[in-house]
């Protein structure tokens, strides 16, 4: 019997102790902060943090309970208010059986809470997944300074993001695609509004408040205001995508040693940083700026102060190996374009220079789409014997 | 005491063999015993495994009441008599060795065929030698499965490649040859309504067939723990008519080209 006891008593205990998880919290950004500090000499005392945490909390509320700004922006094009929540909380369905805490599902692990990029699995990875705060997106369709379109959002939840550790999430239902991403979007707001605030706090000296409910509406205007800012960019970003010219017609071959002539020039120079075999080894020591946000490559020890927050180790940006046919942004034609075109945000590829015509970008597509096809680009796979070809 | 424990272990086989009669003949549950079969094949791999799971499970079977049975009778409690040693049986012992070694190189030959249809005798072309070409090139990834159809020329890596990710199409009634490779791990392809699973190593090319014959959705699983996310790692497998193939497939390879753009609202 005194097995019984013994098994029953640990039973018990296990099921006491439980298994829950800490509340989600936002956490605020400690690394711009100190930056700020830094640069800006700024006081950043602790009632001025906890007057950040408290606007930023009424503007934006919880992970379990987020909020649309009220700041008398029209945000309907951005955020539905049901499928914030379907994305928000913790993982689970409510009691109509919609879904929610699909962020949490999905993609917290790597993206973090606050969507600061710095989940539990972040560290782990090359590159690191997107820290949302910044408001750079790589892959999209507008230009370099202007925040992604919903479609740019889209494609790349429903593809994924080849050679990262970014999945494809094409099967889950439309409406909870939907639903993050008007997500993403909301911490990425979030998240630059922080960043703007924390610039505008820099300024201040120790006895200036972000907002005291004494002096109230004008300091309340310049949150607002520095709010607007961040909405309106996002709305506009919808009509801000690139245009792009149907192909030239011609002779393929023709139009692929035009590219190659131009991949080799001075004017576009592409050759600088994917190498002279195109395999992505023209310079491998320069930084995005994900990195560069708190890593200067001139005073590298700078770095541990920021790290001891919770920054990640810097990582080498490294240009893209254009013989593996693997294209992070996607390998149609005018993917390529656009990302010749615009550049990549956040990284050292540069838009077109003006001297560039639609037709030389197209010809340089046809190029790289043509490297991956060269006898050279194709390494060799072993084949079991069991099923070679037998003569 | 010691019938307590003997009765406690009576319940291994009662309920082991409780759990797959009611799973197998779907007694208040469903969808818990193996899913339907779509492959023209994949009736020897069932029949293999029904063989195996009755010869193990009158084995289980033997061997639980056995053990039941010794605790039982010779429960410490009941018998006050000291203890015998017996030194052993001879003839026991090459029974039992012989029984099991003759069951094992039973199967061994009974399943050679199966094994060598499903892993060495690839189709071939109608009417040659030639090995069938794959149809698609499955890559593995932690946590994906990237697709590259041959296209229209059915050869691999030329312009009209068609390239996609966990949405696997195939047509139904026909040999299909996949070739499957993996990116970083080990992985493994499984098709549960197929009988198709093949562990993938990184640096080498396998390759699965199978002719399927019922259209349908079924799922594409990983079958190897290849790190924190395997259990995200699902696919999606559509068997539709080679009409409807080839119209998703050019469809695809639209979707692939397009090769100008022009915002929405602009004049």
Redesign the interface.
């Given at each position: 019997m005194r097995a019984i006891a013994t098994t029953s008593a640990i039973l018990g205990m296990v099921l006491c102790v439980g298994c829950g998880a800490p509340i989600a919290e936002f956490q605020q950004n400690h690394v711009y902060i100190l930056k700020q500090k830094n640069e800006l000499d700024g006081a950043f005392t602790p009632q001025q943090r906890k007057d950040l945490a408290n606007v930023m909390e009424a503007l934006f509320g919880t992970p379990d309970n987020p909020h649309i700004p009220q700041t008398g922006v029209d945000t309907s094009s951005l955020f539905e208010q049901n499928k914030l929540l379907m994305a928000a909380g913790p993982y689970g369905s409510y009691e109509d059986g919609r879904p929610r805490g699909l962020y949490r599902e999905h993609c917290v692990h790597c993206h973090g809470v606050t969507g600061d990029g710095k989940g539990p699995t972040a560290q782990f990875l090359n590159p690191y997944p997107r820290d949302y705060r910044l408001g750079k997106f790589k892959f999209k369709s507008t230009p370099s300074a202007t925040p992604p379109t919903h479609e740019d959002l889209r494609l790349i939840l429903y593809n994924g993001i080849p050679d990262t550790a970014m999945p494809s999430f094409k099967l889950i239902p439309g409406d909870e695609l939907e639903a993050l991403i008007q997500y993403v979007r909301y911490l990425s707001i979030r998240g630059t509004v922080e960043r703007e605030l924390i610039f505008v706090m820099a300024e201040y000296g120790e006895e200036e408040r972000l907002f005291d409910e004494t002096i109230g509406a004008e300091q309340a205007e310049e949150v607002t205001d520095v709010v607007n800012a961040v909405l309106e960019d996002w709305i506009a970003a919808e009509g801000a995508s690139l245009e792009i010219p149907p192909a030239p017609k011609g002779e393929k071959a023709d139009m692929i040693a035009k590219g190659k002539a131009l991949f080799y020039g001075d004017i576009a120079g592409c050759v600088k940083c994917h190498g002279d075999s195109a395999l992505g080894d023209g310079q491998k020591t320069d930084y995005d700026d994900w990195a560069k946000d708190y890593f200067d490559p001139k005073k590298p020890d700078d770095r541990y102060q920021y790290i001891a927050l919770g920054a990640l180790e810097p990582q080498n940006i490294i240009p893209r190996n254009l013989r593996a046919g693997v294209y992070r942004g996607g390998r149609r034609p005018i993917d390529l374009y656009r990302r010749i075109a615009n550049g990549i945000t956040g990284t050292p590829m540069p838009k077109a220079p003006a001297s560039l015509s639609p037709d030389d970008i197209w010809h340089l597509v046809h190029y790289v789409r043509s490297l991956p096809r060269e006898t050279t680009s194709n390494p060799y796979q072993h084949v079991p014997a069991n099923n070679r070809e037998r003569h | 005491?010691g019938r307590f424990w003997s009765l406690l272990f009576l319940l291994v086989p009662v309920i082991g063999v409780g759990i797959f009669v009611v799973c197998a003949a779907e007694i208040g549950i469903e969808d818990h015993w193996l899913p339907e079969n779509v492959n023209e094949h994949g009736r020897v791999i069932d029949d293999l495994f029904m063989f195996i799971l009755y010869l193990t499970g009158i084995i289980f079977i033997a061997t639980g009441i056995a053990l039941f049975w010794f605790l039982w009778k010779y429960d410490a409690a009941k018998n006050v008599e000291p203890v015998k040693y017996v030194h052993g049986s001879h003839t026991l012992e090459v029974v039992w060795s012989i029984v099991p070694a003759a069951t094992l190189l039973f199967i061994a030959i009974y399943q050679m065929n199966a094994w060598a249809d499903a892993?060495?005798r690839?189709p071939t072309l109608p009417g040659s030698d030639?090995?069938l070409p794959p149809l698609v090139e499955v890559t593995a990834?932690?946590?994906?499965w990237?697709l590259r159809y041959a296209g229209v020329d059915q050869v691999m890596?030329?312009?009209d490649d068609v390239?996609g990710?966990?949405?696997l199409h195939i047509p139904v009634d026909e040999d299909i040859v996949i070739a499957i490779?993996s990116k970083d791990v080990l992985h493994s392809f499984f098709l549960p309504n197929l009988r198709i699973k093949q562990d993938i190593v990184p640096?080498?090319?396998?390759?699965v067939w199978f002719k399927s014959n019922k259209k349908g959705v079924y799922d594409i699983v990983c079958a190897e723990l290849c790190g924190?996310?395997h259990y995200?790692m699902?696919?999606?497998l559509t068997i539709s008519s080679r009409d409807d193939f080839n119209i998703w497939l050019q469809e695809q390879y639209e979707?692939?080209?397009?090769?100008?753009?022009?915002?929405?609202?602009?004049e």
């Open positions: - | 005491m892993k060495m690839r030639e090995l990834r932690q946590f994906e990237r890596g030329t312009d390239f990710v966990n949405d490779k640096g080498m090319k396998q390759h924190w996310g995200k699902k696919g999606r979707n692939q080209e397009v090769s100008e753009f022009e915002p929405e609202g602009s």
